[in-house]
């Protein structure tokens, strides 16, 4: 195995870590997200990528990268706006599902169209195709580890 760079690897890291502060720093100032937060989309986002758009709080907790209790709370204000339902698991008394609703759904669609559209105006413009692939290849890479 080949020695690390670590000045390299610190000096990549922190260009990602960079690039992707600013762009979330843009898209929360951009007018896609109505009623809702950035944080609040990204938890109805993450629910459709689970089946039947329902995952244990636990689950969403690790795919949202949020704190465990502000996410109770999220999902607290996203329930009583009728986007998400909680629910016990079955055979699990302690275990809480969260399931995204036809409403819930809806509004996904409706700001997921208005956020690509954003993505595409701060992200596309700057790269090109190619830039594009490598940059998804690139990050598929980190992620797989």
Do not use: N
């Not at 690897?9 to 762009?23: D, G, K, M």
């Not at 996203?78 to 599902?97: F, I, N, Q, Y």
């Not at 195709?129 to 580890?145: I, N, Q, S, T, Y």
């Amino acid at each position: 195995m080949a020695a690390v760079d670590v000045r390299a690897a610190v000096s990549a890291w922190e260009a990602l870590f960079a690039a992707q502060s600013q762009l979330l720093r843009r898209f929360e100032r951009e007018q896609v997200w109505g009623a809702l937060s950035l944080r609040e989309y990204d938890v109805l986002y993450t629910l459709t990528g689970f089946e039947h758009g329902t995952a244990r709080l636990r689950d969403l907790t690790e795919a949202t990268y949020l704190a465990q209790p502000s996410l109770s709370r999220l999902v607290d204000r996203l329930a009583t706006a009728g986007l998400v339902v909680k629910e016990m698991v079955p055979g699990d008394g302690r275990g809480v599902a969260v399931r995204l609703t036809d409403e819930g759904r809806a509004v996904q669609l409706d700001i997921g169209r208005r956020h690509a559209r954003s993505i595409a105006a701060h992200v596309g413009a700057a790269l090109d195709g190619a830039e594009l692939a490598e940059l998804a290849r690139l990050c598929d890479k980190l992620r797989a580890g």
